[in-house]
């Protein structure tokens, strides 16, 4: 191991450590592992003992889980669970939107697979994967330079909740050898 020390005016200095990446989320749901170390690596409460679980959310949807599962601002990397979500467009459907003063867009369908890793370690605790139900959602967000010609519908935040209920609520699940699968379509 080379050790490099700078010495200016008399003091010597060593160089910091490098910055440790914040999101432990692998590039693909198809990872066995996410990427460690992170600043989770240092700060996170290990993933041990009885509920509740604080849980950071790597999706846009941050106000989907229940307030008393995430940690506060001010302890951000903290939590001993981080759930990573990836959607894909599975379909472009027939079903037709219509929004008022906009016109109709047609649907996408969508599926969204979910890994849930171990805050600290990085380790995958399970997966599980939310089907879309064809439901248009509520509001189309556009500019008036990109008007989109359909719209991808919104995955179900009750369906997140109860695939994640058994690991947040319930005690510590440790030592599985392969992660559960699961998908939560109905």
């Given at each position: 191991m080379t050790m490099v020390v700078l010495v200016v005016d008399g003091t010597a200095f060593e160089?910091?450590?490098p910055v440790l990446p914040?999101?432990?989320c692998p590039a693909s749901a198809a990872s066995g592992r996410?990427?460690?170390?992170?600043?989770?690596?240092?700060?996170?409460k290990p993933y041990a003992g009885p509920g509740p679980h604080s849980v950071d959310l790597r999706f846009q949807m941050d106000e989907t889980l229940?307030?008393?599962w995430t940690t506060p601002d001010s302890e951000p990397y903290t939590a001993q669970l981080v759930v990573c979500e990836y959607v894909e467009p599975v379909t472009?459907?027939?079903?037709?939107c219509d929004y008022r003063g906009y016109g109709e867009v047609r649907l996408i369908q969508a599926r969204?697979?979910?890994l849930l890793l171990e805050a600290k370690t990085s380790k995958v605790i399970t997966r599980f994967v939310v089907e879309g139900q064809g439901l248009c959602p509520g509001a189309l967000n556009y500019s008036p330079d990109n008007r989109p010609a359909h719209v991808r519908e919104d995955i179900d935040p009750e369906k997140?909740?109860?695939?994640?209920r058994p690991y947040v609520e319930?005690?510590?699940?440790?030592?599985?050898p392969e992660p559960a699968v699961s998908n939560v379509a109905e």
């Open positions: 160089p910091s450590s914040t999101d432990p996410g990427v460690y170390p992170t600043t989770y690596t240092e700060d996170a229940p307030p008393h472009l459907t027939d079903i037709k969204a697979t979910y997140i909740i109860k695939a994640l319930g005690p510590a699940r440790q030592g599985s």
